[in-house]
């Protein structure tokens, strides 16, 4: 299954317009926000430092919640790690929900995505779901939701939203 950029080509799939942004866009923590793999160079080590932090991805993450949009963390990492990363960063964003796995479920699984919905309280076609790992995308993918699988070009992922 090809997950990049079916919230742009499918728009009728999950109902709404390939113009309009989302409701919500919801973003993995290790691994988006702080990248890692080939594409970063950095180690899970690293992430303890603010530069470990995608300044691109945060600025999107701004731009975003200043046109009104909503944002989520959906991670696999625990609550209490991934809130003292956020306090790294420099005037960061507003989460609207943070979903980790305490709940139960993790990523891939759609039963974590089915419980991220009734959290943020969103029909699936309201919501796009940033992830790097393909398989946390068809995950969000088999409950309706949009998804884009990150793979480092932030100026794709801009674009696929509805920012240029």
């Known amino acids: 299954m090809q997950c990049q950029l079916s919230w742009r080509l499918k728009p009728e799939r999950i109902g709404v317009s390939s113009t309009k942004l ?3 866009v919801v973003f ?3 691994g988006v926000i702080v990248p890692l793999g080939a594409y970063s160079g950095l180690s899970y080590l ?3 430092t603010k530069q470990a932090v995608d ?3 945060v600025g999107l993450m701004r731009d975003l919640q200043s046109q009104g949009v909503l944002l989520a963390v959906a991670s696999n990492s625990g609550k209490g790690w991934i809130e003292s990363v956020w306090k790294k960063i420099d005037n960061p964003p507003k989460l609207d929900r943070l979903i980790t796995p ?3 479920a993790t990523k891939p699984n759609p039963e974590y995505f089915s419980y991220l919905l009734s959290e943020i309280r969103a029909k699936p076609a309201e919501v796009i779901f ?3 790992r393909q398989a946390n995308c ?3 993918s088999q409950v ?3 998804v884009f699988w990150y793979q480092g070009d932030i100026k794709k992922l801009r674009k696929t939203i509805g920012f240029n």
Do not use: C
């Open 22 to 24: 989302p409701r919500w």
């Open 28 to 30: 993995d923590f290790l």
């Open 46 to 48: 690293g992430v303890h």
């Open 55 to 57: 300044v691109g991805m």
């Open 102 to 104: 305490e709940m139960g």
């Open 130 to 132: 940033v992830d790097d």
């Open 138 to 140: 068809e995950g969000a």
């Open 144 to 146: 309706g939701m949009g």
